[in-house]
């Protein structure tokens, strides 16, 4: 049974930083292109960022390209997302994804979904 499990949302001040951890089993993660999305209320889900199985291949989304960093430990099935400068419309729940794809992902394109992890920016 495959899971990933994210941690490390939380309430920040704009300005702020955070860490977000997934934690991925029951797949070979160094198979899997891994991905971050987010989804504020009211709105659709939203791309993020996106690394490929080898850890190169980043891509981010225009509005965190800067600010956010994605990064993986394959020895440690992890992937984890540095949000800097944070941002009140950067406040959403925030799910990893994972895709059996050398490098690519997209919101139709997953395999696999977290549950999420609420991050909340205040002003």
């Known amino acids: 049974q495959v899971q990933l499990v994210e941690s490390g949302g939380g309430l920040v001040q704009a300005g702020g930083s955070l860490r977000l951890s997934c934690v991925a089993s029951?797949?070979?993660?160094?198979?899997?292109?891994m991905g971050w999305f987010r989804q504020a209320p009211g709105k659709e889900r939203e791309f993020v960022a996106r690394?490929?199985?080898?850890?190169?291949?980043?891509y981010y989304a225009d509005s965190v390209k800067g600010r956010f960093t994605i990064s993986r430990d394959n020895a440690k099935s992890t992937v984890y997302l540095q949000m800097n400068s944070l941002k009140p419309e950067d406040t959403a729940v925030y799910s990893c994804?994972?895709?059996?794809?050398?490098?690519?992902?997209?919101?139709?394109?997953?395999?696999?979904w977290g549950q999420g992890t609420q991050v909340t920016v205040s002003s």
């Open positions: 994804a994972a895709r059996n794809h050398a490098y690519y992902l997209s919101r139709a394109s997953v395999d696999y």
């Open positions: 029951g797949l070979t993660f160094s198979s899997y292109t």
């Open positions: 690394m490929g199985r080898s850890g190169g291949t980043t």
